[in-house]
C-alpha cells in the first residue's frame, strides 16, 4: 500500500488517485452534462444573468456569439477531455472507442473508467487539468464578459490620500473610470503596467492561468504544464505541496512574445 499520487497523505491499493481525490474529479466530470448546456447558453448570451447589449435581431434569426471567453473555456475544457480519453484509450489498447463526440460522451465516458484514470501514472495531472477546466467553465457562466479588473485606483486625492477603490474597465473601450473618485484611466497602459508588475511573480500552473485570464491572456494550465514536459518552460521551484512553480514572465513571452518582451523591459 502506497500513498496517493497527489501528495495528499491519504493511501491507496493497486491506484495512483486516492478515493477522496477520485471524488473530485468524479464531481467535476459528472457536472459537465448541466454546464455544456449552459454554456452554450453563456456563449450566446441567451441567459437573463447575461447583461450584453441589447439587440434588435428578430427572434427567429440565429443568435451572434458575444461571450468570447465562455467560447475559449468551452474548447479549454473539450481539449482536456479529448486528450484525456484518447490517452487512455491508447494506453489501455482498447479496440474501440466507443465514446461520443461531445463534452457529454466524453466525461461519461471517463466516468465508466474509473479503474483507468485511478491506476494511470499520470493520474494527479488528470485531477489538475478536469477540475481546473470545469471550475473555469463554471466561473464564466452568466458573468459579464466585459469587465475587466484593473487593480486598485491609487489616484493621488486632494486630502493627500490615494484613492483605494477597485477599478473596473471594459474590454470595448479605452478610458476606464474610478467609481470613487472619478479619475479616469488608460486601459490598454494601465493593463500594460499590471503585466509588468506581475512578470516576476511565481505561481502553479492553475493560478498562473487564472492570473493571466484576469490580465485578459487565456492560457490554460493544461497548456502550461506541457509545456513544462516539452522543456519549453522551466519552473523556478516547488511550492510546500511538491506543485512546480513557474514565472509569469516566462509564460507570457512563449504565449504572446511581443506581450512578454514588453513586460520584460
Known amino acids: 500500500m502506497g500513498g496517493c499520487i497527489t501528495n495528499c497523505g491519504n493511501p491507496v491499493e493497486d491506484a495512483m488517485l486516492c478515493n477522496g481525490c477520485w471524488g473530485q474529479v468524479e464531481a467535476a466530470l459528472r457536472s459537465v452534462s448541466w454546464l455544456a448546456e449552459e454554456l452554450q447558453v453563456t456563449i450566446t448570451r441567451q441567459s437573463v444573468g447575461a447583461r450584453g447589449p441589447k439587440s434588435a435581431t428578430p427572434v427567429d434569426e440565429t443568435p451572434i456569439l458575444f461571450n468570447v471567453a465562455a467560447r475559449e473555456r468551452q474548447d479549454d475544457l473539450r481539449t482536456v477531455l479529448v486528450g484525456w480519453v484518447r490517452c487512455l484509450w491508447e494506453w489501455r ?11 457529454e460522451g466524453m466525461a461519461a465516458w471517463l466516468l465508466r473508467h474509473p479503474t483507468w484514470c485511478r491506476q494511470h501514472e499520470a493520474a494527479d495531472e488528470l ?109 523556478v521551484r516547488r511550492d510546500e505541496r511538491g506543485r512546480a512553480l513557474y514565472r509569469v514572465g516566462d509564460v507570457l513571452e512563449l504565449a504572446f512574445p511581443q506581450q512578454g518582451r514588453q513586460s520584460a523591459a
Request: with cysteine; aromatic share 4%; proline share 2%.
Open 93 to 103: 489498447g482498447a479496440d474501440q472507442l466507443d465514446c461520443e463526440d461531445t463534452l
Open 127 to 235: 485531477l489538475d487539468e478536469v477540475r481546473d477546466a470545469v471550475e473555469r467553465c463554471v466561473q464564466v457562466i452568466d458573468r459579464a464578459p466585459d469587465r475587466v479588473y484593473l487593480s486598485l485606483c491609487d489616484a493621488d486625492l486632494e486630502d493627500g490620500t490615494v484613492c483605494e477603490a477597485r477599478l473596473y474597465g471594459r474590454e470595448d473601450r479605452h478610458v476606464a473610470t474610478c467609481r470613487e473618485c472619478g479619475t479616469r484611466w488608460d486601459v490598454p497602459v494601465r493593463r500594460g503596467w499590471m503585466v509588468a508588475r506581475a512578470a516576476h511573480e511565481e505561481a502553479n500552473s492553475v493560478r498562473l492561468s487564472d492570473l493571466l485570464a484576469a490580465l485578459g491572456y487565456a492560457v490554460p494550465s493544461s497548456t502550461i504544464r506541457t509545456w513544462a514536459r516539452q522543456e519549453k518552460i522551466k519552473a
